[in-house]
T-cell receptor
Framework: QKEVEQNSGPLSVPEGAIASLNCTYS??????FFWYRQYSGKSPELIMS????GDKEDGRFTAQLNKASQYVSLLIRDSQPSDSATYLC???????FGKGTLLTVNP | EAGVAQSPRYKIIEKRQSVAFWCNPI?????LYWYQQILGQGPKLLIQ????????DSQLPKDRFSAERLKGVDSTLKIQPAKLEDSAVYLC???????????FGPGTRLLVL
């Protein structure tokens, strides 16, 4: 079983909608996670980190961590075309990535 | 604050040739990572250094790949000999320590013909 699994998509949403990105993980010892965004042809950049169960909000982004179910999610409210990118999640202690989810926001 | 620097940005070689990539992490960052990202996939960790010591190289194909971080600052990643399947973007990242935010360099795009 891979350490981190994501639905590779593509996920397509209309502008202004909520985009929901999910990630499941196998290591119960993982306590916190990073979400990175990667534009085509660019390097990953950190957009959110979450260190405890529950939700963390930052502007239009909300990260959710559920340790019991071993999943972490990222919600993007009021999606914009500029949000179109691949989103990668990774455990904070060991930065091993899943395949990422390609998000396309249609104007 | 300067970011992670990598060179070259692009490299085209023929199979069986050798190639080397260089990375200069953010000043003061003790942890350095090399990743391989094949088109359409997430970055795959090749090797992690803590200062000049190797923490994890379990996914490094050691028959052809080697990496070093002399003096605990700059790092080089070498492939010898290259294969067609090594065509990828090689990303370097650094962090203050292993559990802190990782910052990525611009990457080196390698094409093996």
């Amino acid at each position: 079983q891979k350490e981190v699994e994501q639905n590779s998509g593509p996920l397509s949403v209309p502008e202004g909608a909520i985009a929901s990105l999910n990630c499941t993980y196998s290591d119960r010892g993982s306590q916190s996670f990073f979400w990175y965004r990667q534009y085509s042809g660019k390097s990953p950049e950190l957009i959110m980190s979450i260190y405890s169960n529950g939700d963390k909000e930052d502007g239009r982004f909300t990260a959710q961590l559920n340790k019991a179910s071993q999943y972490v999610s990222l919600l993007i409210r009021d999606s914009q075309p500029s949000d179109s990118a691949t989103y990668l999640c990774a455990p904070r202690k060991k930065l091993t990535f899943g395949k990422g989810t390609l998000l396309t926001v249609n104007p | 604050e300067a970011g992670v620097a990598q060179s070259p940005r692009y490299k085209i070689i023929e199979k069986r040739q050798s190639v080397a990539f260089w990375c200069n992490p953010i000043s003061g960052h003790a942890t350095l990572y090399w990743y391989q990202q094949i088109l359409g996939q997430g970055p795959k960790l090749l090797i992690q250094f803590q200062n000049n010591g190797v923490v994890d190289d379990s996914q490094l194909p050691k028959d052809r790949f080697s990496a070093e971080r002399l003096k605990g600052v700059d790092s080089t990643l070498k492939i010898q000999p290259a294969k067609l399947e090594d065509s990828a973007v090689y990303l370097c990242a650094s962090s203050l320590e292993s559990t802190r935010i990782k910052y990525f360099g611009p990457g080196t795009r390698l094409l093996v013909l």
